[in-house]
């Protein structure tokens, strides 16, 4: 008789595996650390980062010496002029598996940060981050759009035209085994019963679409669902529709997809394609989109639509307490913050008691250029957050006056 498998991380002390330093623009040197366990991190030093920018073109990249954790070599790539075209004013960052041999696949979380953003290096911030597969088929994972090059510039995490990264790795491996060694199909199986309906036992009605999905796994996975379908109210969910107002279909399938597979990837693969095919939008989203498509920017305006679809998540996962799916959304929103809607977000952040997403929001308005900061409270989110949170707006005044004292005081020391 086979054992159950289980898929578990291995949260040990992390261990330092060295460091690589990108000098003459585009050549990296390391200092090698040995380590063997199966979590570790890695610091990439980017100095001359402005001569990178000018000389390494899109779609190229520097990449870090190689370092081991869990067994497994990996490299950081590092493109000064993204990865992608679609994302050209910002800074693409991916984690590459680097084995000659790569016969089996590797389950590992990981997580890019500044050096100095400890809040994203502690174990229980990257614990709750998603899981990705390495292999010879998918070797590399990451962001293309890290940090925009503007906010970077201006941001203290560039000095004296140098920055570095620390990218952080947790292998997760199996306790248990079966005979065959596959990797876990857990959020297949589990998706294909949402998709065939067989023994779906509750229905919903959302923005004039049905759903069915099964009592017991929305139970499990959410509180407000298990209240909802098996507490004192749940005998009138067993005959009609239950009606979920205030949110839109194809959230609420995005939702769906999150309880039954816990990954966005599955959820977003689908989400996407229906944008993709629809432009059906809340009248301020066209507004928005529309502007930036007048300016010629079409992959501001695709990201805009992600952005937002990451917001709706975002709100769905906290008013149905699917905490893992609200700290994924959260975690995606505060690395793609930009000028033209980082007020949404702070709103959101002040309405759903986010003060991680809140400080991120905070310190990139505070490192704007007067220009940008223009447009920002031009945007109707700024009449918004004046009225509705004045004590957010206090505190945004106090980092922009932080902000300028700084400044003062550099170009009084020079």
């Keep these: 008789m ?62 870090s010496g190689p370092f081991m954790v869990g067994g497994h070599k990996w490299h950081i790539d590092y493109f000064p002029n993204s990865e992608s075209p679609s994302c050209a004013d910002s800074i693409s960052l991916f984690l590459r598996r680097g084995d000659d041999i790569m016969e089996e ?15 994203y290096q502690k174990p229980m911030h990257i614990r709750e981050t998603e899981t990705y597969i ?4 998918t070797p590399s994972r990451g962001c293309c759009v890290f940090a925009r090059r503007d906010a970077l510039e201006q941001s203290a995490n560039l000095k004296d035209d140098c920055f570095t990264i620390r990218c952080d790795i947790m292998i997760c491996k199996d306790t248990t085994q079966y005979a065959g060694g596959t990797m876990s199909d857990i959020s297949h199986h589990f998706n294909n019963l949402l998709q065939s309906n067989v023994g779906a036992d509750v229905t919903f ?89 007048e300016e010629g920017q079409e992959e501001d305006a695709l990201l805009l639509r992600c952005v937002q679809l990451l917001q709706r998540l975002f709100v769905a996962a906290d008013r149905y307490d699917i905490q893992r799916l609200k700290f994924l959304c959260e975690d995606k929103l505060s690395n793609n913050i930009d000028v033209s809607w980082v007020l949404s977000t702070l709103a959101l952040a002040e309405q759903h008691h986010c ?18 900061l223009d447009k920002i409270m031009a945007s109707d989110d700024w009449e918004h957050i004046t009225t509705t949170y004045p004590s957010v707006l206090k505190e945004l005044i106090s980092k922009l006056a932080s902000n300028q004292k700084e400044k003062k005081r550099k170009h009084e020391s020079i």
């Design 2 to 63: 086979r054992n159950a498998r289980k898929l578990s991380c291995h949260f040990i002390m992390s261990s330092f595996t060295g460091v690589s330093v990108v000098t003459d623009g585009k050549h990296c040197t390391m200092s090698d650390v040995v380590s063997t366990t199966d979590c570790g991190y890695h610091l990439l030093m980017v100095k001359e980062y402005s001569r990178t920018v000018q000389e390494i073109p899109i779609g190229e990249k520097i990449s």
């Design 105 to 119: 696949a590797v389950s590992a979380k990981y997580q890019f940060s500044f050096v100095d953003e400890v809040e």
């Design 134 to 137: 390495f292999s010879s088929e």
């Design 205 to 293: 009605e959302v923005s004039g679409e049905t759903f069915v999905a099964h009592r017991c796994v929305l139970a499990a996975r959410s509180t407000v669902f298990m209240a909802q379908l098996f507490g004192p109210m749940a005998e009138g969910t067993t005959s009609s529709a239950i009606q979920i107002k205030d949110m839109e279909a194809r959230v609420f399938a995005g939702l769906l997809s999150f309880i039954y597979t816990d990954t966005l990837s599955m959820m977003f693969k689908h989400i996407i394609m229906e944008e993709e095919e629809t432009q059906d939008e809340e009248e301020p989203v066209e507004d928005k989109m529309s502007e930036v498509e």
């Design 355 to 372: 003060p991680r997403l809140k400080e991120a929001c905070l310190k990139f308005i505070q490192v704007q250029s007067p220009k940008c």
